[in-house]
T-cell receptor, first 110, second 116 residues
Framework: GQQVMQIPQYQHVQEGEDFTTYCNSS?????IQWYKQRPGGHPVFLIQ?????EVKKQKRLTFQFGEAKKNSSLHITATQTTDVGTYFC??????????FGKGTKLTVNP | DAGVIQSPRHEVTEMGQEVTLRCKPI?????LFWYRQTMMRGLELLIY????????DSGMPEDRFSAKMPNASFSTLKIQPSEPRDSAVYFC??????????????FGPGTRLTVT
């Protein structure tokens, strides 16, 4: 079945450093979604990318969808302690289903 | 809107007992998803409903798990009998789908289940 792989699994940074997580799919995706889960919380939708090569920004967060629509990345500029959490990418797997990556757990040292 | 509501938030039970998890999706949403999250396996889709009809239950681990959605505002996930390996956080999520494509999902706060 379809798989969505994320790297790295863990990332520890000093506050103010940049952070990037990568997502790769075994198949071409019609869209890709990103979610954030704070420690002890639940996944919260961040953004959906649809177009090949699309780049979207949300303040310090930059999301990119690959040209072949099989990979995506999330980049955070100048991390803050509020960025702590696990970031998941998710791709559709037939109809309404989503397949989630294992996530990248980000910790930030103040 | 109150968002997706799940109950109970925490459940501790003994092996062999029946466990029922409850979910109220966001009003107006027509798709509902049950997920299980563990450190080892990550976030796994167990089953999802569209317009109260189960569409895909291929993620349900075994016959001990069952799910129902009697109406648009309520769903249950039942485990009978429960086993220690069922210990996990169970999330319910809802979404509004128009064309059968995947749309943003809104997750509930989850139920942390511990089976001793």
């Amino acid at each position: 079945g379809q798989q969505v792989m994320q790297i790295p699994q863990y990332q520890h940074v000093q506050e103010g450093e940049d952070f990037t997580t990568y997502c790769n799919s075994s198949t071409t995706l019609s869209n890709i979604q990103w979610y954030k889960q704070r420690p002890g919380g639940h996944p919260v939708f961040l953004i959906q990318l649809v177009k090949s090569g699309e780049v979207k920004k949300q303040k310090r967060l930059t999301f990119q969808f690959g040209e072949a629509k099989k990979n995506s990345s999330l980049h955070i500029t100048a991390t803050q302690t509020t960025d702590v959490g696990t970031y998941f990418c998710a791709g559709p797997s037939g109809s309404e289903k989503l397949v989630f990556g294992k996530g990248t757990k980000l910790t930030v040292n103040p | 809107d109150a968002g997706v509501i799940q109950s109970p938030r925490h459940e501790v039970t003994e092996m062999g007992q029946e466990v029922t998890l409850r979910c109220k999706p966001i009003s107006g949403h027509n798709s509902l998803f049950w997920y299980r999250q563990t450190m080892m396996r990550g976030l796994e889709l167990l089953i999802y409903f569209n317009n109260n009809v189960p569409i895909d239950d291929s993620g349900m681990p075994e016959d001990r798990f069952s799910a129902k959605m009697p109406n648009a505002s309520f769903s249950t996930l039942k485990i009978q009998p429960s086993e220690p390996r069922d210990s996990a956080v169970y999330f319910c999520a809802s979404s509004f789908v128009v064309t059968g494509d995947s749309y943003e999902q809104y997750f509930g706060p989850g139920t942390r289940l511990t089976v001793t």
